[in-house]
């Protein structure tokens, strides 16, 4: 167990470490392309310290890192950056300011927080890995395939939003942490943590739908009892779980109620900032709306709706975020970039289906149906998975009908642990494999690590195998060199 989390840790600090050593030379020997996004210029007086980060890291602040960046060095005081929540950044602000403060000694603030962002982010990234490891051992019950999970995390297609100033990193370690903890039966700090995940992105409210499937498994376990063994305590235990999770669900959703609150006060209210205006006037146009700062005597059409969000108006008006809107003949390249994780993450909902299905069509709450000498499913297909494929099939229909669909890779890769349990189900070579293929089961050069051997014995790998690691290295390295010189990616 120990030297699994010590493979574990030791190859995600590699993967990062190689991550950044490949975004520096790809964003110094690739000329950057002008996207025309938010990219505001630096206000801080730019030294040799400055251009030093630059080339190391220079490449982790472009397109949303911009926005993050911003609004851990000025506040919220563009109405567009209220679809950024506010965690990510605020962590990064105060890591800068506290433990990493000598920074400023040899760098501008910008610099300092791309630094601290890039440091923040290594650390969740190697927190999460590990703590997939941990989930995948309750939930698979078995060590080999929890440790390739873990490991196929580390080399994820998203990985570049791992590293740069996103907040992936940070929403993946609090959900998986949170899963584990309800794992458990740890309600409280589960809560917690999910609470935290929607502070960090607005899909973080839907891990309320494990509270409620295990407070449902859990009362199903008392209601399928005979009403002549029914006592006072079970009907009590019953009213007292029913209370307790509608005060989870209700903390889980609180942050993101406060945030929408918080633009309604800045912006509906009477509030004004002149530290607001003054940031902004210098650097973004007056006639548009998306740069509105707060205290303007402009009121945005958001204010006057029955339920008001500001988050809901900026995804619509100016990212036309909706309902099939980006099924358009123009975005086919964007669905092609998509495609391999959609078809990765809808094979695993329909793999696991048609194994389980008399669990799936009683939405895993009912008794499941074995024969005397069938033993428990473990790995893949075992009955702990159903809720996690559930928690999928949500995201990606919802990803795929209302979202900008290249962003449903990031999306999915950092708030489903499905997505490595079933690569590591799928590259997890099988016995008649072996016997036929000797070398794929050679484990000589790297004894620890499965997937750095398969990828060492690449030409003896199964197809199923080549295809998925092949996408994840793939999307890996062509991803930080375009993303990382303001080039579309996922």
């Known amino acids: ?62 397109w949303d890192s911009a926005h993050f960046l911003y609004i851990a060095d000025n506040g919220y005081t563009i109405q567009k950056h209220f679809a950024f929540f506010p965690l990510f950044p605020t962590t990064v602000k105060t890591v800068s300011e506290t433990v990493l403060f000598p920074l400023r000694f040899f760098m501008n603030g910008h610099s300092a927080l791309l630094v601290t962002a890039v440091a923040v982010n290594v650390l969740f990234f190697v927190a999460a890995a590990f703590v997939l490891f941990r989930l995948s051992i309750m939930t698979l019950h078995d060590r080999q395939l929890a440790l390739r999970t873990a490991l196929l995390f580390c080399i994820n297609p998203a990985g570049i939003f791992m590293s740069a100033a996103y907040s992936e990193s940070l929403f993946a370690f609090v959900s998986f942490y949170g899963m584990l903890a309800m794992e458990r039966k740890q309600y409280l700090p589960a809560t917690l943590l999910f609470a935290l995940s929607s502070t960090t992105r607005s899909n973080g409210i839907v891990n309320c739908g494990f509270v409620v ?26 009213v007292l779980k029913l209370i307790s999770t509608v005060c989870y669900i209700s903390a889980i959703l609180a942050p993101f109620v406060a945030f929408q609150y918080h633009a309604y006060h800045l912006y509906c209210g009477d509030f004004k900032r002149e530290k607001a205006l003054v940031l902004w006037h210098p650097l973004f146009p007056t006639d548009n709306e998306e740069y509105l700062p707060p205290g303007s005597t402009t ?25 099939l809107r980006y099924y358009q003949l123009k975005q086919i390249p964007n669905f092609i970039l998509a495609a391999p994780m959609i078809a990765l993450c809808g094979f695993a909902v329909y793999s696991y289906c048609r194994v389980n299905w008399s669990l799936c069509r009683t939405l895993g709450l009912g008794a499941e149906r074995k024969e005397d000498d069938e033993k428990p499913r473990t790995g893949f297909n075992s009955p702990q998975v159903f809720v996690y494929i559930a928690h999928l099939s949500f995201l990606l229909l919802f990803g795929v009908t209302n979202m900008h669909i290249q962003v449903v890779t990031r999306f999915l890769a950092s708030s489903s642990p499905v997505i490595y349990w079933f690569a590591a189900h799928l590259t997890r070579d099988d016995p008649q494999h072996s016997k036929t293929n000797p070398a794929a ?6 004894p620890t690590n ?32 375009l993303h990382s010189n303001f080039f579309n990616w996922t």
């Open 299 to 323: 009121i945005p059409p958001w204010c006057n709706w029955t339920v008001p969000s500001a988050y809901s108006y900026i995804q619509d008006s100016f990212w036309d975020v909706g309902f």
């Open 213 to 238: 499937f295990f407070t449902a498994k859990e009362l199903m376990s008392k209601l399928r009892l005979p009403l002549t063994e029914f006592s006072l305590q079970d009907v009590l235990f019953i």
């Open 450 to 481: 499965p997937v750095l051997q398969q990828i060492h014995n690449w030409k003896s790998a199964r197809r199923t195998t080549q295809a998925v690691l092949g996408y994840f290295l793939f999307y890996n390295v062509v991803g930080v060199a």
């Open 441 to 446: 089961s050679e484990n000589t050069v790297y």
């Open 1 to 62: 167990m120990a030297g699994y989390e010590e493979e574990v840790v030791k190859f995600a600090v590699f993967s990062r470490v190689m991550l950044i050593l490949w975004q520096m030379v790809s964003n110094n020997l690739i000329p950057d392309h002008d996207a025309g996004v938010f990219n505001p210029p630096v206000r801080h007086p730019v030294g040799i310290g400055d251009q030093f980060m630059d080339v190391l890291f220079g490449g982790f602040s472009h």
